[in-house]
T-cell receptor
Framework: DVKVTQSSRYLVKRTGEKVFLECVQD?????MFWYRQDPGLGLRLIYF???????EKGDIPEGYSVSREKKERFSLILESASTNQTSMYLC??????????FGPGTRLLVL | DQQVKQNSPSLSVQEGRISILNCDYT??????FLWYKKYPAEGPTFLIS?????DKNEDGRFTVFLNKSAKHLSLHIVPSQPGDSAVYFC???????????FGTGTLLAVQP
């Protein structure tokens, strides 16, 4: 079974803090993705990566950056957290076929 | 520009009856569609998919129908069970990339 893990289930941070969200997958997938889920807006793609050290902007990259130094790990960075970044963050991975497999999510609250 | 639309935010169905969740899309380049199920405080789990060359795919109680001319797909769950209560997202995958475009989700409540 594919396993995608995220470093935290719940996080509370203050405005202006730097926040790191870590994601690890154990299936040697090339592709990794970061989404945020907000009520009424569905899942929106923040960034994705097709290979180590490679990244592509998704639909809402503003205020975020990513890092992929190893194939199994994809990190999402909030350089200076703001209250409008309070959300559920979901990491996913996939091989060359279409299906993406998701982690359990990190619920981030920015005060 | 919302390429994948789920116009019903919620749906309530009696246990044992059929649940029908609908999804419309605008991008004719989509060649693969997926349905995901999401419980609160968990990540989405893959449920069923369909290629654009097919019009139906079935897996147990779940069947997905695709009408390409109408750019419409639907997920049928029969019989519905209380454990099916969750948010359901449809998604389309377009061609050269592995990006998925998700709808906004439909909250299904199956009443015992």
């Amino acid at each position: 079974d594919v396993k995608v893990t995220q470093s935290s289930r719940y996080l509370v941070k203050r405005t202006g803090e730097k926040v790191f969200l870590e994601c690890v997958q154990d299936m040697d997938h090339e592709n990794m993705f970061w989404y945020r889920q907000d009520p009424g807006l569905g899942l929106r793609l923040i960034y994705f990566s097709y290979d180590v050290k490679m990244k592509e902007k998704g639909d809402i990259p503003e205020g975020y950056s990513v890092s992929r130094e190893k194939k199994e790990r994809f990190s999402l960075i909030l350089e200076s957290a703001s209250t409008n970044q309070t959300s559920m963050y979901l990491c996913a991975s996939s091989s060359d076929v279409e299906t993406q497999y998701f982690g359990p999510g990190t619920r981030l609250l920015v005060l | 520009d919302q390429q994948v639309k789920q116009n019903s935010p919620s749906l309530s169905v009696q246990e044992g009856r059929i649940s029908i969740l609908n999804c419309d899309y605008t991008n004719s380049m989509f060649d693969y569609f997926l349905w995901y199920k999401k419980y609160p405080a968990e990540g989405p789990t893959f449920l069923i998919s369909i290629s654009s060359i097919k019009d139906k795919n079935e897996d147990g109680r779940f069947t997905v129908f695709l009408n390409k001319s109408a750019k419409h797909l639907s997920l049928h769950i029969v019989p519905s069970q209380p454990g099916d209560s969750a948010v359901y997202f449809c998604a389309g995958n377009g061609g050269a990339t592995n990006k998925l475009i998700f709808g906004t989700g439909t909250l299904l409540a199956v009443q015992p």
